[in-house]
């Protein structure tokens, strides 16, 4: 009698960005069997974050999650990336959880096990036929960064390898505070010299921590720091918002006069505030005509870099009283709104910046 090989699960790459597919397979597998595939990863906090997909062998003993449908699980359907998007916190998990990457020079280590039968990544006598891990990264070899604290300004520069001149992006969030850098990082791993700053919530910045103590002339000093760097194209920086940061890349743009080389892309995700903002803040510059709107039914307000999972809610604030915000969204349409709306900020990126 023939000894089949022990069953085998894989992904490739091994190492790869955050907003990089990776092929996951199981091989040497009984045909037509239940089998259920887990992802398992702890935060920089410590917490445990898992996704888990149930499905059916193919005839020849494999399971290809490029193509192979889940029957059960995190999610439905041919999702080659659903146990990244989907990952949620462990039962038991603290309350309002969600994933940010604070240190973006290691990576999110992610640990796949095949189990056999359709279970629970909490089910203490599921059985483990495979594993393998995979490490995710903002990232890429050869990335600088670059700590600014310059003319008051509180920001992390992060340029691509080789000399330069890059096109620019200068990346701005909400009001959640601290100093964000995992997609500026992600930024300059695809080409372009990002520079995100911190204006609320950060021990650096002039306090109470929990308010807005720049003015406008920080966040100008900022665009113009960036556009005065020597590895920095002068006439060929950009300007990104998440949330209240959408607000001050548009009054940004305005009050430098930064060129606008084609058009405006905003992303408006069906809230009706979001829009009067932005339109308003265009049509008071005569520039309306520069409005590009996309819309996403069934995301939520955080559109993150591609693959990363969404918090329909999380925790706000502590002080001086617990607070926890609704930003909505479900799983898959919120994924696969973050899919398409990267490509196109990198597609106009790659149109307005660099040609």
Do not use: W
């Given at each position: 009698m023939i000894q089949l090989p022990a069953p085998l699960l894989t992904a490739a790459p091994a190492r790869a960005l955050i907003d990089e597919q990776i092929s996951i397979k199981g091989r040497f597998l009984p045909p037509h069997c239940p089998v259920t595939v887990c992802a398992r990863m702890h935060s920089e906090d410590d917490d445990l974050w898992e996704a888990f997909a149930h499905y059916n062998t193919n005839a020849d003993g494999t399971v290809?999650?490029?193509?192979?449908?889940?029957?059960?699980?995190?999610?439905?359907?041919?999702?080659p990336m659903g146990l990244f998007w989907g990952l949620q916190p462990a039962p038991g998990a603290r309350e309002g959880l969600r994933l940010r990457k604070k240190n973006v020079e290691i990576p999110y280590v992610v640990h796949m096990s095949l189990l056999e039968g359709h279970v629970s990544p909490g089910e203490g006598q599921s059985t483990e036929l495979a594993a393998v891990t995979t490490e995710r990264w903002y990232t890429a070899p050869g990335v600088k960064r670059i700590k600014i604290r310059q003319n008051g300004i509180v920001g992390t520069l992060f340029l691509p390898p080789g000399p330069g001149p890059f096109p620019a992006m200068l990346d701005l969030w909400?009001?959640?505070?601290?100093?964000?850098?995992?997609?500026?990082?992600?930024?300059?791993?695809?080409?372009?010299?990002?520079?995100?700053?911190?204006?609320?919530?950060?021990?650096?910045?002039?306090?109470?921590?929990?308010?807005?103590?720049?003015?406008a002339s920080y966040f100008n000093s900022a665009f113009d720091l960036l556009r005065d760097h020597?590895?920095?194209?002068?006439?060929?920086?950009?300007?990104?918002?998440?949330?209240?940061?959408?607000?001050?890349?548009?009054?940004?743009?305005?009050?430098?006069?930064?060129?606008?080389?084609?058009?405006?892309?905003?992303?408006?995700?069906?809230?009706?505030?979001?829009?009067?903002?932005?339109?308003?803040?265009l049509r008071a510059a005569d520039k309306s005509q520069l409005f590009t709107r996309l819309s996403y039914p069934g995301?939520?307000?955080?559109?993150?870099p591609p693959y990363s999972p969404n918090s329909r809610i999380s925790l706000w604030s502590v002080k001086p009283k617990k607070l926890i915000t609704l930003w909505g969204g479900h799983l898959a349409p919120h994924a696969a709104a973050q899919e398409d709306a990267w490509k196109k900020i990198l597609d106009f990126m790659e149109n307005n910046l660099r040609r």
């Open positions: 290809n999650l490029t193509k192979d449908h889940s029957v059960g699980g995190s999610y439905l359907g041919c999702e909400g009001m959640g505070g601290a100093l964000v850098e995992y997609r500026s990082a992600l930024f300059a791993s695809r080409g372009y010299a990002s520079l995100s700053i911190a204006y609320i919530g950060h021990k650096e910045l002039p306090g109470p921590q929990n308010r807005i103590n720049v003015g020597r590895q920095v194209c002068a006439d060929r920086v950009g300007i990104i918002g998440l949330s209240f940061g959408v607000y001050l890349a548009l009054r940004i743009a305005t009050e430098t006069g930064a060129k606008v080389r084609q058009k405006v892309q905003c992303l408006f995700l069906n809230l009706q505030l979001d829009q009067y903002i932005i339109e308003e803040t995301a939520g307000h955080l559109i993150e």
